[in-house]
C-alpha cells in the first residue's frame, strides 16, 4: 500500500485542548479530567476518594471547582476538559463548600489524633489546615463505630476513622481482583470490613494502608512504632524480587521503620508487594553483622573489615584455580564488575558459579508485580558472566571440593538472607573447604559458629551504597545512599580495592544510624565514678 | 542595671570604701537583730520559700480515674521539646478504647530546661510541671526519671487524676 | 374541571385485572396500531402530546427519548415502579388495577425506542401488585403480546420483573439500574447520562409506571388528542394520592391544571371537622410544603408549583391541619432521609444524620437557641452537592419547614414543649435500633 | 452449616440464568434463603449462597445488609413491620407499634416475643397512606386503617392461629 501522504493527525497523537486553571493557562490531551489536569500542572486541589491508579467514585465531593458559565460548582474527578475552559478553585464559593464539605467529614470524626498512626500526614488535619472551620457547629452524639477491627494479617481497620472514600474497596475490585473488602450497611452506619470467613490476606493489602487518606487502615507492622514527623525519606527501589518497584525507604536515627511505594509508570505503577516492605528488616542494626571476624586455628576474634580484607588480599594473590567464587544475584552492576574483573586478572581463576536461591519457582509470576526471582540484579551479574567469559556448572565446585582441587573459597552472601531457603545446606556444603572467605551484610549465627580457617565481612546493604540494579526486563535503575547504618561496613568495590591493596577514600558517614543519643552520654559517664 | 561612678579622691584610698560596706552589714545587723520577724533569711529545710502555683518544677504524670497512665504515647511533648529530653515508646493496650498507651516514658532532667512546652503541647492534660524541684542524686544515671518515677513517686501519694477524662467524653458521645 | 377518568376509565372493573377483560374493554387494540406505526412516528406523537415524566422529575418524555444515540447498540428500557417517596400510592393502584395497561404500554415504548429488554422494577415491599404483575406478564407471554415476533410484526421484546429489597434510593434513576445489575443500589456518577450509557453500560430509558401507561392513550386519541386535558405546558391528567387529614383520602385522576383547594373541597371531602389547614405538601416529602395562604391560589401543574417555589413531584398530596406539630411532622421526614440515605456522598450522609439529630433534638427538649439557624446552614450547604438529588430532597422539606413555620421551632426550643397542645412525643430512634434489619 | 433445599438450590439455578449478569439474581435467591432459614439472613446464609452462586461473599454480604427487608437479626413467626413515616406517623402509626409491643411482650423493637412468634419493627413508608395507620406481615400484603384496639386484636388472632 503506497505510503499515502495522509493529512489527518495519526490517530495516536492526541488533540491537546486549551484551558485555563486559576487563572493560568494550561494545554491537556483530550479526555483528561479537570482533577487530571490539575495534578499534572502541580496545582493542588483538595480530594479524597480520586486517586490517579484507581477507577473515580466522586463521592467524597472535595474537589469542588467552579466553571465559567456553570452557575453550580461541579466535582473536578468527573468532569472532563473541553476547549477552552475556563475553570477556577480559589474563589470564595469553592473554599466555603470545601470547608463545608470538609466538615461533613469530620462531625462523625473520633478525637482519635493523638493514638492515630495517620496523624501529621492525615488527609482530614493537612485540609485542615487549609479550609478548616475552627469554629465546630456540631454539638450532637457522634456515631459510634467498631474500632480496632483485625482485618486481616497485616491490617487493622477503625471504622469510626473511615470517611468512605472506598478507595480501598475500589483497590481489592480493580488492583488485587480480589474482592475482600465491601461497604456494609447503608448511610451513615456504613462501614468497610471484610466478610467473616475471607480476612484481607493477598499479597498486595498494604497498598489499601497506603492509599487511605485518614487513619481507618493501619499496618500492623509499623503499627504505634514512630511518629512519621520523626521520620526521613529517602528515594530507593525495592530489592526483595527482581520486579524492582520504586519505594521510599522511611528512617532516622533508630534504623529504618517502613517502605512505601513511589510512582513509576512503566515498572510498579502505584503499588508494591507486601513482601518488598520487609526488605528494611534486613538493614537495621540488630540484624546486621557489624564488624568482620577471623577464625584461625580455632580461635576466633573480631576485627577490622579493611584490615580482614586486606588479609583476605593477600591469600588470594596469585593462588589462580584453587579459588572459587560464589556470587548471588543481590550486588550492584559496579560491584560485579570489580569483583569478577578482579577474579578473572589478579586471582586468575575461572571457578565463578552464579548461586540461584529458589531454582523451582524462579520463573513465577503472580500477574501484577511479585516475581518469583528474589534477586534484585540477575540479569546484571549474568551479563557480567557473560562479559568476563565464565560458564562454570555447579557441579564444578562440588567436585573440586570433593577433590581438593579448590582451597579457597569466597562468597558474596546473601543481602536478604530471607529469600535464601537453601542458605543452612549451601553453610555446610562450602565449609569443606579449607579457607573460606565469607561477604555479608546480615548476621549469621551459623556462619559464626564455624570452625577452621573463615573470614568474615560485613558489608553494606542497598541503601548505603550508590550503584545500578538491573530488574527483569532489563530496565537498569540508580540508586543512591541514602544512610549509613553499620560505619564501617563495606561494599564489594572496597572490599576489592582493599583484596588489592589500594587504599580507600574516607567514606562520609552522613545521615549516621545508631549514633542516637537514647541517654544522655555525659550523665552516663558520671554514672561510673 | 551596673552604675558606672566616677573615681572619686577618697575611692583612691581604698581602706575607707571597705569601711563603708562594713558598716552598712552592721546597720542591718544591728535591725535584723532587734526585729527577727523583718529577717528574709529562711532556716532552710525547716522553712521552704511558698512558690506560686504557676511554679514549673520536675514533671508529674497524671493518671485516669482507675489509677493507669493517662498519656496516650502521642509523641506531642517530645515533639516540641526544645532539649529533646523526652524519649517514650508507645505500645498497643488490649482494651480497644484505650488502644495506645506508653510502655516507657523517660525525661532526662539534667537536659531538660523546665520550659513548659511539654505541659502545654499535651492534648489530654497527660504531663504537668509540678511544685518540687530539689530531688538530689548520686549520679547522672538517676535523673533520667521513667515512667514509675514521673506518675506515681511518694509524694503523688497515688498519682494525680488529669482533668481530661477518655471515659466520660466517651460516654457523652463526643 | 373535575376528576375524569381518562387512564383510569375501566379501574373500577374487577375483570380488567385478566388478560380477557382487559382485552374485553379495549386492551392491546393500541398495541397492533403501533407496530404498524415508525417507531420514529410514535416519539413524535409522544413529543407532540407534551406528557412529561410522571414519576417526579416531571421531564418531558419525548426529549428524553430523543437522547438514545442512533447506534445499533443494544438499548434497554426500565420501568420505575420503585415508589418509595412517602405520601405516593398512585403505581401501586394502577399496578394493581390495571397490569396490562402497563405492560401495553411498555411494549409500544420499547418498540418505539427499539429496545429488546425491557425490565419493570418493582419495590420489595409490593409483594401484592408484583405477583399481580407476574401473573399478567405470563399471560401477555402466552397470547403472543411479549417475546419474539409479537403479533407476527417482526418486533421482539422481552419483559421481565425484578423485585427490589426496600431501598428509597432505588426510585433515582442510576440507582435503580445499579440495583438491577446487582449491586447495592447506589446512584452512578452523571455524565455519563443513562440514555447514553447506563444499565450495563448500555443506553437505557428509565419511565415512571405512570408515563408508560399514558403512552396507550397517546397512541389511540394521538398527540393533540392527549391534550384535551390539562394546561397547555402541563399537558394531559395526572393520578394524585391524596393522604393527610382529609375526609376521603385516595387516589384520584385530575386534569393538571385544576385548582389545589377545589380538589381537596369537592372530591376529597374537605378537611376533617373543626380543623384549620396549616400547609400543603404537593408533591411528596421532598416538595417544600405550601403555607396555607399558598395553598389557596396554587393549581395543580408543574409551572405553578414551580412558581410557588414547590414541585408537583409525584403528586403525593399530603394534607395538613392545625392539630399537627411542625417540628414533629419534620422529624418523621428527617428521620426518613438520614434512614434512606446510601451513604456514598459525604454531604448527603453526613448531613442527614446531623439535620436528624439536630430535629430530634428539638422535639426531645434539649434544643440550643442557634438551631435554626444552622439547620438553613446545613440543609443549604446539602443542597446540589452531591451524586444524586436525595441530598436536595432532604434538604428542601427543612429549608420550607424552618423558614414557614419559625416560630414553631423557636416556641418549641424555648418552651421546650410543642406549640400545639397534646402533641405526643416519641423515643428517639437512630436507624440501627428501628427493628430486625 | 445452612443448606439450601432442593428446590431452592432449582431456583437458584433459575434465577442465576435469568437476567443478562450473574449479580442481578442475588436479591431473589437473598429471599428464597431467607424465607428458608427461618426469616434471617445469617453469615452462614451468605457463605452458602457465595458457593452455590460463585459470588465474592463480600458483595453478597454487601447486599444483604444493605436493603432493609433482609433481616440480619433471628425474628419471631410474624415479622410485624408497622410504617410510621410522614402520614402513618401523624395518625397514629407509633402508638399502634408501642401498644401491639406491649400486647406482644417484646421490650425492644427487632426482639423477638417470649413466645417466639412476634418481631416489630418500624418501617419507613410502604405506599399506603391513604389507609394509614397500616403494616405488613413478613412479605404478606398489607394490613391497611388499623387504630389501637385493631391492631390488639390482629396480635391476639395471630398468637391464636400462630400458638397452635
Known amino acids: 500500500m503506497p505510503e499515502s501522504n495522509n493529512t489527518a493527525a495519526p490517530a495516536t497523537e492526541p488533540k491537546m485542548l486549551k484551558m485555563t486553571i486559576n487563572g493560568k493557562e494550561v494545554e491537556v490531551k483530550e479526555g483528561t479530567s479537570i482533577i487530571e489536569a490539575y495534578s499534572q500542572h502541580g496545582m493542588s486541589i483538595a480530594h479524597y476518594c480520586w486517586h490517579p491508579g484507581l477507577s473515580v467514585a466522586g463521592v467524597c465531593r472535595l474537589c469542588m471547582v467552579e466553571i465559567e458559565g456553570n452557575p453550580r460548582l461541579q466535582i473536578a474527578c468527573n468532569t472532563a476538559v473541553t476547549d477552552g475552559m475556563k475553570v477556577n478553585n480559589e474563589s470564595e464559593k469553592v473554599k466555603d463548600a470545601v470547608k463545608w464539605g470538609l466538615d461533613f467529614h469530620l462531625i462523625n470524626h473520633p478525637l482519635d489524633c493523638p493514638i492515630c498512626d495517620q496523624a501529621g500526614e492525615c488527609g482530614l488535619q493537612d485540609q485542615y489546615m487549609a479550609y478548616g472551620k475552627y469554629t465546630p457547629e456540631m454539638a450532637e452524639k457522634k456515631v459510634k463505630k467498631h474500632k480496632v477491627v483485625d482485618l486481616g494479617p497485616r491490617v487493622v481497620l477503625d471504622s469510626e476513622r473511615c470517611i468512605l472514600c472506598s478507595r480501598c474497596v475500589r483497590f481489592t475490585d480493580e488492583v488485587s481482583k480480589t474482592n475482600e473488602l465491601g461497604i456494609f450497611n447503608r448511610g451513615d452506619r456504613a462501614e468497610i470490613g471484610t466478610f467473616e470467613g475471607k480476612p484481607l490476606d493477598n499479597n498486595y493489602s498494604l497498598n489499601t494502608v497506603d492509599i487511605c487518606p485518614v487513619g481507618a487502615l493501619t499496618s500492623k507492622d509499623f503499627r504505634f512504632r514512630q511518629r512519621v514527623w520523626f521520620l526521613k525519606e529517602h528515594n530507593s527501589i525495592c530489592t526483595g524480587c527482581s520486579t524492582g518497584c520504586n519505594t521510599r525507604v522511611f528512617y532516622n536515627k533508630e534504623g529504618l521503620f517502613r517502605i512505601k511505594p513511589r510512582y513509576n509508570k512503566d515498572i510498579n505503577g502505584y503499588w508494591m508487594t507486601d513482601t518488598g516492605r520487609d526488605a528494611y528488616k534486613f538493614v537495621n542494626k540488630e540484624a546486621r553483622l557489624l564488624d568482620a571476624r577471623v577464625v584461625s586455628n580455632g580461635r576466633g576474634e573480631w576485627i577490622a573489615p579493611k584490615l580482614a580484607a586486606r588479609k583476605a588480599g593477600e591469600a588470594l594473590k596469585g593462588a589462580g584455580k584453587s579459588v572459587a567464587l560464589v556470587v548471588t544475584g543481590q550486588y550492584m552492576n559496579e560491584e560485579y564488575e570489580a569483583l569478577l574483573s578482579y577474579f578473572k586478572n589478579e586471582v586468575g581463576t575461572d571457578r565463578v558459579f552464579h548461586w540461584i536461591n529458589n531454582p523451582e519457582t524462579f520463573d513465577s509470576f503472580d500477574g501484577l508485580l511479585a516475581r518469583g526471582d528474589k534477586n534484585p540484579n540477575t540479569k546484571g551479574l549474568l551479563a557480567e558472566m557473560a562479559k568476563q567469559g565464565f560458564t562454570a556448572q555447579w557441579r564444578e565446585l562440588a567436585e573440586g571440593l570433593q577433590t581438593g582441587a579448590i582451597k579457597t573459597v569466597v562468597v558474596a552472601g546473601p543481602e536478604n538472607q530471607a529469600v535464601f531457603p537453601d542458605l543452612k545446606a549451601k553453610i555446610m556444603e562450602l565449609s569443606k573447604a579449607s579457607k573460606l572467605v565469607w561477604l555479608q551484610a546480615g548476621k549469621n549465627d551459623q556462619l559464626e559458629a564455624l570452625t577452621g580457617d573463615v573470614t568474615l565481612i560485613p558489608l553494606k546493604t542497598y541503601v548505603e551504597k550508590t550503584g545500578t540494579y538491573v530488574n527483569y526486563a532489563g530496565i537498569a535503575q540508580k540508586v543512591h545512599k541514602g544512610l549509613t547504618v553499620v560505619p564501617n561496613a563495606l561494599s564489594l568495590v572496597e572490599v576489592v580495592a582493599l583484596m588489592k591493596g589500594e587504599e580507600l577514600p574516607a567514606d562520609d558517614t552522613y545521615n549516621q544510624v545508631g549514633l542516637g543519643r537514647v541517654h544522655n552520654e555525659f550523665t552516663m559517664v558520671r554514672g561510673t565514678l | 542595671m551596673s552604675l558606672v561612678q566616677k573615681r572619686t579622691e577618697l575611692s583612691k584610698w581604698y581602706l575607707p570604701a571597705i569601711f563603708q560596706g562594713l558598716g552598712w552589714t552592721f546597720v542591718k545587723m544591728v535591725k535584723n537583730l532587734a526585729n527577727k520577724k523583718q529577717m528574709i533569711t529562711l532556716n532552710y529545710p525547716e522553712q521552704k520559700h511558698e512558690y506560686s502555683p504557676r511554679f514549673k518544677g520536675n514533671h508529674v504524670l497524671t493518671v485516669k480515674k482507675d489509677g493507669s497512665i493517662r498519656c496516650t504515647a502521642c509523641m506531642l511533648c517530645a515533639t516540641n521539646c526544645p532539649a529533646e529530653c523526652i524519649t517514650i515508646k508507645a505500645a498497643e493496650h488490649e482494651d480497644p478504647t484505650v488502644e495506645k498507651f506508653p510502655i516507657s516514658y523517660e525525661i532526662d532532667m539534667l537536659r531538660c530546661v523546665f520550659c513548659g512546652f511539654c505541659e502545654e503541647a499535651c492534648p489530654v492534660d497527660a504531663i504537668r510541671m509540678g511544685p518540687e524541684w530539689q530531688r538530689p542524686a548520686v549520679n547522672g544515671a538517676n535523673f533520667v526519671y521513667d515512667l514509675k518515677e514521673l506518675a506515681y513517686r511518694p509524694s503523688l501519694k497515688g498519682g494525680i487524676v488529669s482533668v481530661v477524662d477518655e471515659t466520660d467524653r466517651h460516654k457523652a458521645g463526643i | 374541571m373535575a376528576e375524569v377518568k381518562y387512564l383510569s376509565e375501566h379501574y373500577h372493573k374487577p375483570e380488567y385485572r385478566g388478560l380477557a377483560g382487559y382485552k374485553a374493554n379495549g386492551g392491546y387494540a393500541m398495541l397492533e396500531k403501533a407496530l404498524k406505526m415508525q417507531p420514529q412516528q410514535i416519539i413524535d406523537e409522544v413529543k407532540a402530546s407534551g406528557l412529561r415524566g410522571r414519576g417526579g422529575a416531571g421531564f418531558p418524555t419525548g426529549m428524553k427519548w430523543g437522547f438514545l444515540p442512533k447506534n445499533g447498540e443494544p438499548r434497554y428500557l426500565l420501568c420505575n415502579a420503585d415508589e418509595s417517596e412517602p405520601g405516593t400510592f398512585k403505581d401501586r393502584v394502577m399496578m394493581e388495577k390495571a397490569p396490562h395497561q402497563l405492560i401495553e404500554g411498555m411494549i409500544i415504548s420499547a418498540y418505539a425506542v427499539g429496545a429488546k429488554k425491557a425490565y419493570i422494577y418493582i419495590r420489595g415491599e409490593y409483594m401484592g401488585p408484583a405477583a399481580i404483575l407476574e401473573e399478567a406478564i405470563a399471560e401477555a407471554k402466552k397470547a403472543g403480546y411479549i417475546g419474539k415476533n409479537i403479533l407476527g410484526s417482526g418486533v421482539d421484546v422481552e419483559l421481565d420483573l425484578y423485585l427490589g429489597a426496600g431501598a428509597y434510593i432505588c426510585g433515582e434513576e442510576t440507582g435503580l439500574i445499579s440495583s438491577l445489575e446487582g449491586f447495592k443500589g447506589q446512584p452512578k456518577l452523571k455524565p455519563p447520562f443513562p440514555a447514553v450509557q447506563g444499565y450495563l453500560k448500555k443506553p437505557t430509558i428509565v419511565n415512571n409506571v405512570e408515563t408508560l401507561a399514558a403512552v396507550v392513550n397517546i397512541i389511540r386519541d394521538g398527540g393533540q388528542g392527549y391534550r384535551k386535558y390539562g394546561t397547555e405546558k402541563s399537558a394531559g391528567t395526572k393520578l394524585f394520592s391524596l393522604s393527610g387529614a382529609v375526609q376521603k383520602p385516595g387516589t384520584y385522576e385530575v386534569p393538571l391544571g385544576y385548582k389545589l383547594m377545589d380538589f381537596i373541597n369537592n372530591e376529597c371531602g374537605g378537611l376533617l371537622p373543626g380543623r384549620k389547614l396549616k400547609g400543603v405538601i404537593p408533591g411528596g416529602s421532598s416538595a417544600p410544603i405550601l403555607s396555607a395562604e399558598e395553598c389557596m391560589d396554587a393549581t395543580l401543574d408543574y409551572e405553578n408549583m414551580a412558581a410557588k417555589g414547590s414541585m408537583l413531584g409525584s403528586g403525593a398530596i399530603i394534607v395538613i391541619d392545625d392539630s399537627y406539630c411542625m417540628v414533629d411532622v419534620l422529624s418523621t421526614i428527617t428521620h426518613f432521609y438520614h434512614h434512606e440515605s446510601c451513604g456514598q456522598c459525604t454531604p448527603c450522609r453526613e448531613g442527614t444524620g446531623w439535620v436528624q439529630k439536630i430535629v430530634h433534638g428539638i422535639v426531645h427538649g434539649n434544643g440550643k437557641p442557634g438551631d435554626v439557624d444552622l439547620l438553613l446552614k446545613i440543609a443549604d450547604n446539602m443542597k446540589g452537592r452531591t451524586i444524586c438529588a436525595l441530598s436536595d430532597a432532604a434538604a428542601l422539606p427543612v429549608l420550607s419547614f424552618v423558614t414557614k413555620y419559625r416560630e414553631e421551632f423557636e416556641y418549641f426550643i424555648k418552651e421546650k414543649k410543642s406549640k400545639v397542645k397534646g402533641t405526643q412525643i416519641y423515643a428517639q430512634l437512630n436507624p440501627s435500633e428501628m427493628g430486625a434489619h | ?164
Open chain 4, 1 to 164: 452449616m445452612f443448606q439450601l433445599s432442593e428446590e431452592g438450590k432449582a431456583y437458584v439455578k433459575s434465577e442465576l440464568a435469568r437476567y443478562e449478569s450473574k449479580q442481578s439474581a442475588i436479591i431473589r435467591c437473598l429471599y428464597r434463603a431467607q424465607d428458608e432459614n427461618g426469616g434471617w439472613v445469617s453469615p452462614e446464609v451468605i457463605e452458602h449462597l457465595s458457593q452455590l452462586m460463585d459470588i465474592p461473599a463480600a458483595q453478597i454480604d454487601e447486599v444483604s445488609t444493605f436493603y432493609t427487608m433482609f433481616n440480619q437479626k433471628p425474628v419471631g413467626k410474624y415479622h410485624v413491620q408497622v410504617c410510621c413515616t410522614l402520614t402513618c406517623g401523624m395518625l397514629g402509626g407509633r402508638e399502634l407499634t408501642d401498644a401491639m409491643m406491649k400486647e406482644a411482650g417484646c421490650k425492644k423493637l427487632g426482639d423477638v416475643s417470649p413466645d417466639g412468634l412476634f418481631t416489630f419493627s418500624k418501617v419507613e413508608c410502604l405506599g399506603s397512606c391513604d389507609t394509614a395507620p397500616m403494616l405488613q406481615i413478613n412479605r404478606d400484603p398489607y394490613t391497611e386503617s388499623l387504630n389501637t384496639e385493631k391492631g390488639l386484636k390482629l396480635v391476639r388472632d395471630l398468637r391464636a392461629k400462630g400458638g397452635k
